[in-house]
């Protein structure tokens, strides 16, 4: 069960009185967010058990990852490299007024307001695994909606085919942008149908609040299925394209980063085995499911394809 409702964010994580004022505020400007956390602990219990006895394979028990983890270890070069520097730096991100420009091959662009956006597309709590190509992975209770919804209502021409992201690129809030480790502005793409999957959502918040700078804010983008470095945050152009885009990794190391990056135990990267994984807060290390566990759902969008290939 890919998608659940998570019952058990632990009060802990989320009461502490600066975190509940932002809760809040966020519930007031999303409505659709009240419902998360109201559902019956026993179907979660239900789920879980489902899986365990279904299979042999390890049960990942998808325990949510603390807050604090969630938080503070992270990916965003924009804001230096360490996974420490975009919690100390991010803070100089302005994530208000924020627009994000639809264009390209559709019938309908236009520029959104990300108020409108969560006006229009109120989010819905949904549980999904992050996992790096650094073998670290993450459990994380997003707040978000289907990226789906956003792309039918500008209405794909005939030759929309893939789908380009484009992070902000502005040197002075991303003091990372000054230095040319990465080709800026940071750069993702997907097919349309990989877009079009119910399981990809733009994320406006995690653990019932608004997302942090650090993780993407105002409005990033989820793919569960596939790497960590195809959710490219704080999105401001979404272009609907004919030809496959080339994404900022894939430019940069095309040996070691495909557009393609479907989580695979089987294609090791050039320089390390991507057959485990370390999620954070734990020791242990587990084996990597393909397509992050989400096989079920999303195989079908590849039948035909040499993932090996096409990595
Ligand atoms: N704009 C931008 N988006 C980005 C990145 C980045 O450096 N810049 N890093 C990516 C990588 S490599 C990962 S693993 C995830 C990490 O997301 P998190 O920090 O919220 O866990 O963000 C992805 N999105
Ligand atoms: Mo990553």
Known sequence: MPIRRPADIRSSEITDEALYRDRRSFIRQAAGIAAAGLVAPSLLAACDRGRTAASEEPAPDDALTPFEDVTTYNNFY???TGKGDPAKH?????????????????????????????RLFPPEERVYRLRCVEAWSMVIPWLGFPL??????????????????????????????????????????????EAMHPLA??????YGRMLLPQNGAPIRLVVPWKYGFKSIKSIVRIRLVNRQPVNTWQ??????????????PAVDHPRWTQKRERRLG??????????????DEVGRLYTGMDLRRNF
């Open 148 to 193: 789906e919804n956003l792309l039918k209502r500008v209405e794909p021409t005939g030759q929309a085919r893939f789908v380009e992201f484009t992070t902000l690129h502005d040197p002075e809030q991303m003091p990372g942008q000054k230095r040319r480790v990465l080709d800026w502005p940071y750069r993702e793409g997907l097919r349309l149908d």
């Open 201 to 206: 959502i733009l994320s406006v918040g995690l």
């Open 90 to 118: 991010a803070g100089s991100l302005r994530v208000r007024p924020w627009t994000v420009t639809v264009e390209g091959e559709v019938a309908k662009p236009g520029v959104y307001d990300v108020d409108e956006l969560i």
């Open 282 to 295: 734990e020791f242990r290390h587990r084996p990597t499911l393909p397509f992050n566990g989400y096989a």
């Open 78 to 80: 924009e804001f230096g």
């Open 251 to 264: 430019a940069s190391a095309p040996n070691e980063y495909g557009f393609y990056a479907n989580v695979n």
